[in-house]
């Protein structure tokens, strides 16, 4: 059976930059913009989104009410989601993988919108064999059952997962269960930490 390898998302294979939305956001809302920056950063809102605690439409509620916006759902959405840029060598190093007919899958924390708009704008994100995303799963990175959804997807387990992630406690709860991990760092250091796994 061969070995897989699992990829983080943000950070890892797009960039994305909160200070895009938070300038977007607070044009029209009554909240001033290092508000929005605290609720986008750091408010229970986003991380029950991600979880799926919260659908699209009560985290927009919630949004709306922590910061005043003035604009349709479908307008924050977009100011919300439109924050990514992809990371061309990690682009080219999946797409190497999966040239040679390596499995690889998506496993992220996140949320419908950014999935809805990466998805749409980003033609790499349609060259993987499948997709773990928190909200779907209802639960986020490190938590135990979202790892188990990986393994129950992929259908493996320890060693045979290569798993990429630029947070040391997300690579942690993958080297507890005996996945082979690699803490992102640099295109470089992942390229050449690669080629010491077996694909």
Not at 28 to 49: E, M, N
Request: aromatic share 12%.
């Amino acid at each position: 059976m061969s070995t897989v390898v699992a990829f983080d998302l943000g950070k890892v294979l797009v960039d994305f930059d909160y200070h895009i939305a938070v300038s977007r956001i607070a044009a029209r809302s009554t909240l001033r913009p290092d508000g929005i920056k605290t609720f986008l950063g750091q408010s229970h809102a986003i991380i029950d989104y991600e979880s799926g605690r919260l659908t699209r439409e009560e985290f927009y509620e919630q949004a709306r009410k922590a910061t005043g916006f003035r604009g349709t759902i479908e307008e924050f959405g977009g100011f919300f989601a439109d924050i990514f840029t992809e990371i061309p060598p990690m682009i080219e190093l999946h797409a190497g993988l999966h040239r040679r007919g390596v499995p690889t899958y998506i496993f992220s924390n996140t949320n419908d919108l950014a999935v809805e708009h990466i998805r749409r704008n980003f033609p790499f994100f349609r060259d993987f064999d499948g997709y773990i995303f928190s909200y779907e799963v209802g639960a986020m990175k490190p938590d135990a059952k979202i790892y188990e959804a990986l393994e129950k997807l992929v259908r493996r387990r320890g060693a045979d997962i290569v798993y990429l992630d630029d947070r040391p406690e997300n690579v942690a709860g993958g080297a507890a269960r005996g996945w082979q991990t690699i803490l992102h760092e640099t295109p470089e250091k992942t390229r050449a930490a690669l080629e010491n796994f077996r694909l």
